[in-house]
């Protein structure tokens, strides 16, 4: 086991009265709250209603910025930031899935300071300060709720990247699974793949780490157990509750601790280029990308996709594994090839080209360009 310093930091309150001191625990930080949500969903479902009473009653002064679309782009961080400052915002609270919620950590770390968020994303300029940030989880998938990290896209790089640093962990977040009954099949499923998808970048990172490995395992099967009895039966409350706390288990650092780095991250970055080319949905990249890279991973190491296989269907055969987990994403209509997202055989060029321009590799497993074409072929 590597050495690993364990930290979270977030204050988790989960459950059915969850947002229910919301208003109050926000007071401690401040009164004047940016309220930053996504295109609507949360005005449909009763959300919206419920955190203004919250804030209202306990006399915040509430500004809005809405819109952030899915797969969040820099220039709403950048507007959004403009607000906090003309208003002189105290505090944010996040209410939607990872889109939201990645764009409020950024724009969290930017008010105090003239700095541009992008280079924050970059790493070219550390944040000093942050200003407090309250998260309202509406979608179980990116773990966003109780990490530090920020996934942003910019159209005039040419990027999707991620980014994390301490003062962007949420203070609170507040997850009701409930919140989550309107989630579409789509959405739910996409979800289902994200959080598989975490714990197998873990689970793939360098060092011997047993008990993370078990602790991945048992997320896994209880996704692959609750998602499709969740988009069978959309508002059941314990499928929404497995699915929401295995969400937020998947990446706050349990399955990481006692290795080398957090992850492997190469088939997420392969599944950001997706994205960013053609505004797929993140979890959608994921299972188009995961079995691919492990097609590609089989040639090289196939010993460590053989344990996998064996601790999660006792399979020795890693062609039958990968075939299994394609039948799990297909099962709930997840997509295993890019021509299922209308990406067409000639776009093979363009992807293997933004792959090649951003040099996407993971920290483990290193990606060469000569393995692109592999990779994205598996795609097809
Ligand atoms: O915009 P609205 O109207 O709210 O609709 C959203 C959006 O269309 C909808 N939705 C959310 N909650 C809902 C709902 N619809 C009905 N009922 C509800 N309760 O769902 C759609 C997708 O939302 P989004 O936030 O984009 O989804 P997700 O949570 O999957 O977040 C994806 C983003 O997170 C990044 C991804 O790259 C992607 O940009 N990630 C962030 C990570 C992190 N911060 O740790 C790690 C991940 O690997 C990932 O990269
Ligand atoms: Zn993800």
Request: hydrophobic content about 40%; glycine content about 6%; some cysteine.
């Amino acid at each position: 086991m590597e050495n690993f310093v364990a930290y979270n930091p977030v204050k988790l309150h989960f459950g059915k009265n969850a947002i229910d001191n919301l208003g109050f625990l926000a007071s401690q930080f401040g009164k004047r709250v940016l309220l930053l949500y996504g295109k609507g969903s949360i005005k449909n479902n009763g959300i919206y209603e419920r955190i203004i009473d919250s804030l209202i009653l306990n006399n915040h002064e509430i500004y809005e910025y809405s819109g952030i679309k899915s797969n969040p782009i820099i220039e709403d961080v950048v507007k959004a930031v403009d607000k906090c400052k003309t208003n002189h915002i105290d505090l944010i609270v996040a209410v939607g899935g990872g889109s939201v919620i990645d764009s409020a950590k950024l724009i969290s770390v930017c008010v105090k300071e003239n700095i541009d968020p992008w280079q924050v994303m970059k790493n070219k300029i550390k944040p000093k300060t942050s200003i407090p940030l309250l998260c309202v989880l509406t979608l179980a998938a990116t773990g966003s709720e109780m990490n530090p990290y920020a996934v942003i896209q910019n159209h005039a790089t040419g990027e999707k990247i991620g980014y994390g640093h301490p003062l962007m962990y949420p203070k609170f977040s507040f997850l009701n699974p409930e919140f989550t009954y309107s989630v579409n099949k789509e959405y739910t499923a996409y979800g289902a793949v994200d959080i598989i998808a975490h714990v197998l970048e873990s689970y793939f990172a360098a060092g011997e780490a047993s008990l993370s490995d078990r602790f991945a395992i048992s997320i896994i099967k209880e996704v692959m157990e609750f998602a499709p009895k969740a988009i069978a039966e959309p508002n059941n409350y314990d499928y929404r509750a497995s699915l929401m706390w295995a969400s937020t288990c998947a990446l706050n650092g349990t399955t990481a601790y006692g290795r080398s780095a957090s992850g492997d991250w190469g088939v997420h970055d392969i599944g950001h280029t997706l994205s960013f080319l053609y505004d797929i949905a993140h979890g959608a990249s994921l299972s188009i990308a995961y079995p691919a890279w492990l097609k590609w991973l089989k040639t090289k190491n196939n010993s460590r996709i053989k344990e996998l296989s064996l601790q999660l269907f006792g399979e020795p055969d890693t062609d039958k594994f990968i075939q299994e987990l394609e039948k799990f994403f297909q099962s709930i209509q997840s997509p295993v090839k890019l021509s299922e997202c209308n990406i067409d055989i000639n776009k093979k060029d363009e992807i293997i080209n933004l792959l090649t321009k951003n040099k996407i590799s993971g920290y483990n497993y290193k990606l060469e360009p000569s393995d692109y074409k592999q990779i994205v072929d598996f795609m097809y």
